[in-house]
């Protein structure tokens, strides 16, 4: 076999990856609050030899011999999980958020059962019981809302729609929310119609594994989470439960729902859940939450309405109904300024999901950058002024800020970057 670097073997693809590092590096403030930049550990774990094998099965019970080493991987990334959020059983094989979703309702439930899931405008995911979805197609998915005055999901809500429905689960956990998830709360409801209640924290996962977030144990029953936003870690997803569930998670995952593991990305799972044990991840999900807060106080200052008022995690969710502008035309106007959010739905949209009321925004990346509450005050600034007079010369005034802020808050520049 010939070895070569990328950039000899591949050089089409390896320009395209060039052009991406710079991309991120020098071309926009990263507010999608779904998005970060891992390490370059987590990087190297996933490029490592660790592709090269199938290990379908769990350590000490594969299918194929030779998994000694990534036995040991894959113990590493469970235990470090079990610790980190303090659960009895961990499968860290899922590939992503959305089967680790798919995996977890089979393992405790039937096609057809009722779920009970959060409205889709008013936080949740698609696989939360959305038609276009697995979940919404195989399940029969009944919603609770959100609260129109307090904008925050509230007991009485959730235990009437509980008895209304007598759902055989009931997920929390959200996309778009941008207050503290009340787990007890949804025990109590879950409680009083005899449901499992499964928790969903794939954007504040980094947070609860700091403690920056109520943990969802030991009210919940099971927990999923990606491992790629807020706990900046390599793409892929998680499931936590109590050791009742274990052996059907671990069964729903493989063989029921996936093939061999993607052992590189267990491998980088294992490196994620190190460096969030570490003092420094604290620090980090604390700037987090302040620099969330600076942003809403900017915002707020500069006259702009928050879904719920303001914030308690790594998002806030501008409500554009009483301004001159769409969620859509803002995103737009705000990506010429190099400033990347995203348009979503404020709860009670009288708009499409293409188009919107709402900008959902988050902290994570640019914390990431080492951007601190005084960046974030100048940023919701810029934000407000677009927002409200989305011109030419602003959005110019604003880009030519966004640059200079780049270049002070270097992310991989100098540190070698392997492609
Ligand atoms: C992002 C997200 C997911 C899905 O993650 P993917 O890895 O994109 O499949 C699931 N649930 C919630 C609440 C999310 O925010």
């Given at each position: 076999?010939?070895?070569?670097?990328?950039?000899?073997?591949?050089?089409?693809?390896?320009?395209?990856l060039k052009?991406?590092?710079?991309?991120?590096?020098?071309e926009g403030?990263e507010m999608?609050?779904?998005?970060?930049?891992?390490?370059?550990?987590?990087l190297?774990?996933?490029?490592?030899?660790?592709?090269?094998?199938y290990?379908?099965?769990?350590?000490g019970?594969?299918?194929?011999?030779g998994?000694?080493?990534?036995d040991?991987a894959?113990?590493?990334?469970?235990?470090?999980?079990?610790?980190?959020?303090n659960a009895?059983?961990a499968?860290?094989q899922?590939h992503?958020?959305?089967t680790?979703?798919?995996?977890?309702?089979?393992?405790v439930?039937?096609?057809?059962?009722?779920?009970l899931?959060?409205v889709?405008?008013?936080?949740?995911?698609?696989?939360?019981g959305?038609?276009?979805n697995?979940s919404g197609?195989l399940?029969?998915f009944?919603?609770?809302?959100?609260?129109?005055?307090?904008?925050?999901f509230?007991?009485?809500d959730?235990?009437?729609a509980?008895?209304k429905?007598?759902?055989?689960?009931?997920?929390?956990?959200?996309?778009?929310?941008?207050?503290e998830v009340?787990?007890?709360m949804?025990?109590?409801?879950?409680?009083?119609?005899?449901a499992i209640?499964m928790a969903?924290?794939?954007?504040?996962?980094?947070?609860?594994?700091?403690g920056a977030?109520e943990?969802?144990?030991p009210?919940?029953d099971?927990?999923?989470t990606?491992?790629?936003?807020?706990i900046?870690g390599p793409r892929g997803?998680?499931?936590?439960?109590?050791d009742?569930?274990?052996?059907?998670?671990?069964k729903?995952v493989?063989?029921?729902?996936?093939g061999?593991?993607?052992?590189?990305?267990?491998?980088?799972k294992?490196?994620?859940?190190n460096?969030?044990?570490?003092?420094?991840?604290?620090?980090?999900t604390?700037?987090i939450?302040?620099?969330?807060?600076?942003?809403?106080?900017s915002?707020q200052?500069n006259?702009?309405?928050?879904?719920?008022n303001?914030?308690?995690?790594?998002?806030?969710?501008i409500d554009?109904r009483?301004?001159?502008?769409t969620?859509k035309?803002?995103?737009?106007?705000?990506?010429?300024?190099?400033i990347?959010?995203?348009?979503?739905?404020?709860?009670y949209?009288?708009e499409?999901?293409?188009?919107?009321s709402?900008?959902?925004?988050g902290?994570?990346?640019?914390?990431t950058?080492?951007m601190?509450a005084k960046?974030?005050?100048?940023?919701g600034k810029?934000?407000?002024?677009i927002?409200?007079?989305p011109?030419?010369?602003?959005?110019?005034d604003?880009k030519?800020?966004v640059e200079i802020?780049?270049?002070?808050?270097?992310?991989?520049?100098?540190?070698?970057?392997?492609?």
């Amino acid at each position: 076999m010939q070895h070569h670097s990328l950039s000899e073997a591949d050089p089409e693809l390896y320009k395209i990856l060039k052009k991406e590092a710079s991309r991120q590096e020098n071309e926009g403030l990263e507010m999608i609050a779904s998005e970060n930049f891992v390490p370059l550990q987590i990087l190297q774990a996933q490029g490592s030899v660790m592709t090269n094998k199938y290990a379908e099965g769990y350590p000490g019970k594969r299918y194929y011999a030779g998994c000694e080493h990534h036995d040991s991987a894959e113990d590493l990334a469970r235990e470090r999980a079990c610790e980190l959020f303090n659960a009895e059983h961990a499968n860290v094989q899922p590939h992503s958020g959305t089967t680790a979703n798919f995996a977890a309702y089979f393992a405790v439930l039937e096609a057809g059962d009722k779920i009970l899931g959060p409205v889709l405008s008013h936080g949740g995911h698609l696989s939360h019981g959305h038609h276009v979805n697995f979940s919404g197609d195989l399940f029969d998915f009944e919603t609770y809302a959100i609260n129109k005055e307090t904008e925050r999901f509230e007991y009485n809500d959730v235990l009437k729609a509980a008895k209304k429905h007598d759902p055989d689960l009931i997920v929390c956990g959200y996309s778009a929310y941008p207050r503290e998830v009340d787990f007890e709360m949804f025990r109590e409801a879950a409680d009083e119609v005899d449901a499992i209640l499964m928790a969903d924290i794939a954007h504040i996962s980094g947070l609860v594994a700091t403690g920056a977030h109520e943990n969802p144990f030991p009210e919940c029953d099971i927990v999923t989470t990606t491992t790629h936003k807020s706990i900046r870690g390599p793409r892929g997803g998680m499931i936590l439960c109590k050791d009742e569930y274990s052996k059907s998670v671990d069964k729903a995952v493989f063989p029921y729902s996936q093939g061999g593991p993607l052992m590189h990305q267990v491998a980088a799972k294992a490196v994620c859940f190190n460096e969030a044990s570490k003092p420094e991840f604290k620090d980090y999900t604390s700037q987090i939450i302040k620099n969330t807060g600076a942003l809403a106080d900017s915002l707020q200052e500069n006259s702009l309405k928050l879904v719920s008022n303001g914030t308690d995690n790594h998002l806030v969710l501008i409500d554009l109904r009483e301004e001159d502008i769409t969620g859509k035309l803002a995103e737009s106007a705000l990506e010429d300024a190099n400033i990347i959010v995203n348009k979503n739905m404020v709860p009670y949209d009288p708009e499409s999901p293409m188009t919107t009321s709402g900008i959902r925004i988050g902290t994570p990346a640019l914390t990431t950058r080492g951007m601190k509450a005084k960046e974030m005050r100048e940023i919701g600034k810029m934000i407000a002024d677009i927002i409200k007079n989305p011109e030419k010369d602003v959005i110019q005034d604003a880009k030519k800020r966004v640059e200079i802020l780049m270049d002070e808050f270097p992310l991989y520049e100098g540190s070698e970057v392997e492609y």
